[in-house]
């Protein structure tokens, strides 16, 4: 089993940074990749960004050059580097780990998710 909590979330205005963390412990060892997800208000839960074990990212289109994924194994956390902030980036986030090497970060290719952690942007 691996736990997963977010932090960092909260309000912002439109443009601004905010900087997600994702806390993993239990069974770190059984972690490859890691991704980070996203539920707007009202709509399903999407991919925005994944990180493998190898260090190589890949981003949803809609945050490429925004957002910055980034994993230290020796603290077993997770960042999402948020910038330049837009009110459609407005929803809970979610870190979520795969305990096999995965090519597509669709959902139900992750094993484990955390509670998510809310992120507003205001216009």
């Known amino acids: 089993q691996v736990q997963l909590v977010e932090s960092g979330g909260g309000l912002v205005q439109a443009g601004g940074s905010l900087r997600l963390s994702c806390a993993a412990s239990?069974?770190?060892?059984?972690?490859?990749?890691m991704g980070w997800y996203r539920q707007p208000p009202g709509k399903q839960r999407e991919w925005v960004a994944g990180?493998?074990?190898?260090?190589?990212?890949n981003y949803a289109n809609s945050v490429k050059g925004r957002f910055t994924i980034s994993r230290d194994n020796a603290k077993n956390m997770m960042y999402l580097q948020m910038n330049s902030l837009k009110p459609e980036d407005t929803a809970v986030y979610y870190c979520?780990?795969?305990?096999?090497?995965?090519?597509?970060?669709?959902?139900?290719?992750?094993?484990?998710w955390g509670k998510g952690t809310l992120v507003t942007v205001s216009s």
């Open positions: 979520a780990v795969a305990t096999r090497p995965i090519l597509v970060f669709t959902t139900t290719r992750m094993d484990y």
């Open positions: 239990g069974s770190i060892r059984s972690m490859n990749a």
């Open positions: 990180i493998r074990s190898s260090g190589s990212t």
